[in-house]
């Protein structure tokens, strides 16, 4: 069983940065992509920004500039870097890691993390 924990979320005013950190427990073999998406209310759950085992990373357009995604994987952790945030960057954050343990491939989901960006 592999476990996702998230931290880092909260308020903070428009400008403002936060870090959001993802760690990952569980009897696992290997990492793959691990990667950041974002659910707006009312809309659906979107990319933010993903990063490879090489450290090859991609992110949407709309955070471009302004979001770091990094791993450590020695500390089973992926990070995200927001600064200068926006009101339309408010959204519940999801980790997502991919992998696998010793006995299979494993796609694990966050918990979910709120950022909340005040005008």
């Known amino acids: 069983q592999v476990q996702l924990v998230e931290s880092g979320g909260g308020l903070v005013q428009a400008g403002g940065s936060l870090r959001l950190s993802c760690a990952a427990s569980?009897?696992?073999?290997?990492?793959?992509?691990m990667g950041w998406y974002r659910q707006a209310p009312g809309k659906e759950r979107e990319l933010v920004a993903t990063?490879?085992?090489?450290?090859?990373?991609n992110y949407a357009d709309s955070v471009k500039g302004r979001f770091t995604i990094s791993r450590d994987n020695a500390q089973n952790t992926v990070y995200l870097q927001m600064n200068s945030l926006k009101p339309e960057d408010t959204a519940v954050y999801y980790c997502?890691?991919?992998?696998?343990?010793?006995?299979?491939?494993?796609?694990?989901w966050g918990q979910g993390t709120l950022v909340t960006v005040s005008s």
């Open positions: 569980g009897s696992i073999f290997s990492f793959g992509v």
């Open positions: 997502n890691i991919k992998g696998g343990t010793y006995s299979r491939a494993f796609d694990a």
């Open positions: 990063i490879t085992n090489y450290g090859s990373t």
